[in-house]
Every structure is written in structure tokens, then in C-alpha cells.
């Protein structure tokens, strides 16, 4: 870490007054750093994948940064550095949200999901954890969701042996099926992983997306995965539909882009989140 420190201070030309280990997901590792005039966030990782992940995670922040709808930490390097690649911004004092926060935050993340484009998907690919997630581009919304999301994620759970090649729907089924309820969608900017640990409320009550998986697909995409684990207030649902309304499709439309992220988790952690898996591979396939 010496050397990283003395590397670090050359890139912010000021010296470091202190480095503390601070929780920063599973994945990397992750650092607050103090300097007598800024402090800033730090995450480090030795995979072989992590340089392509940290750029991947600065395109996005930086790419829902230009729209103006919700803030994103700056970034400020994000580079190799001898065994491990590291990924260096802004640090954002944060404070537990209160109802007013949450209707902020929905009513900014709404204004982010206006942001448009004319297919699904992105110029670059990207991850979802530390799953590669391709952003192949289509201007079918039910062609992007079952080719580039749902069909890859239960290919590597059944080569992972974690789902039986008969609880898998092939595409023949999976497209007939999402049809109907996947017309008329439109392409909105998504965060695209958006879990209560990649949001924060500044002191000043400023909301802040964080970790971002970003894409154009359907905006309710970024709603479902708030409703997995929780730790979205009803505030932040009610401001959101006051912006984006949801339709007559919108709750089996959850459940299914719920999948996507459960299978994720399934082929990341393992057999605990079979039963959710399996339960919706069920109801709808």
C-alpha cells in the first residue's frame, strides 16, 4: 500500500494524512482517503478482470453524470498499478435518507430513465458483479432481454450445474412468452444495478448513484432490482410514478426482469438463491 499511497499522492499532488479500510462491496476492496484538504474513495482489486471492470464502472458514472438528471461521484484515475488496477474518486459523506431524500431520488432517477437512445443495450459491454454482461445492441426490447440477459445467465447456471437443462427455457419459448407484454418499450438510461447499497444521500441531502451497470433497456429494470432486497422507501415509489407511470403489465414485468439479477446472484453465490430462481422460471416458462 506504500507504494499505491506515494503513486496516489503524485496523481493529486497533495499529501495523504490517512488511508482506512471502509466496508465497499464484495468484490474489491475499498479505501477512504484523507488529505489536509479533500478525502477521496478508493477501490483496489487484483483480479484479472478488475482493470475492465473499474473502466467499465467509470464509463457509467461518468455517463449518467452527463445527463444532468442525478449526481455521481467524479472520478478521478482509474488505472494499473503493478499486481492489482485501482479505481480513485471523490468521497461523498453520506447520511441514512429521509422521506424527502426518497422523493428525490425517485423523482431524479425517473428524469435519468427519460434519457433515450435508439436501440437497447450500449457500446460497450460491461458487469453485473463480476459476471461479464453483454450489451450487444438491438432495437427489439424482447430480442435484447432474452438474448443478451436472460439466455447467458442460465446457460452459465447450467454449466455451473446449478440448474437442470429441463428448468431452462430455450429461446423458442422464452420469446413467445415476453412478447406480448414487452411491446411498445421504449430505451431509457439505466443505472442497472441499482440495489440499496448503490445509492447515497449526501449531508445535504443530495441523492448519488454509485456502482453502475449502465445500458439502455426498459426502465423498469432498475425498479425491480430495488425490490429485491429492499431499502427504497414508499417515497421514493410514489415520486417515481408520479413521473413514470406503471402500467397493467408493469408487476409480472418486475418478476421477470427480477430473474435476470436472481440468476446473477445464482451463478455468483450459489444454491441459496435457487427457490427464487426456480419459482419464477416456473410461473412464467
Known sequence: MEKLKAYIEALIEDSITTIKSINGGDISSAYRIDTSKNSYFLKQ????????MFQT???GLNTIAKTNTIKTPSVLACESFEDSAFLLMEYIE????????????????AQLHKHTSE??????NNFIGRLSQSNTKHTSWVNFYTNERLLPQLELAKQKGLLQSSECPN?????PKLKP?????KPSLLHGDLWSGNYLISKNGEPYLIDPAVYYGHHEIDIAMTKIFGGFGDPF???????????????GRIEIYQLYYLLAHLNMFGKSYYESVSSILTKYF
Open 119 to 124: 436501440s437497447f443495450g450500449l457500446e460497450q
Open 181 to 185: 407484454i414487452f411491446d411498445d418499450i
Open 57 to 59: 464502472e467509470a464509463y
Open 171 to 175: 429461446l423458442e419459448l422464452i420469446k
Open 237 to 251: 415509489y410514489t415520486s417515481y410514478s408520479a413521473a413514470i407511470s406503471p402500467d397493467k403489465h408493469t408487476e
Open 94 to 109: 453520506w447520511k441514512s435518507p429521509s422521506s424527502e431524500d426518497f422523493k428525490n431520488l425517485g423523482r431524479q432517477l
Open 45 to 52: 482489486n487484483t483480479s484479472p478482470i478488475a482493470l475492465a
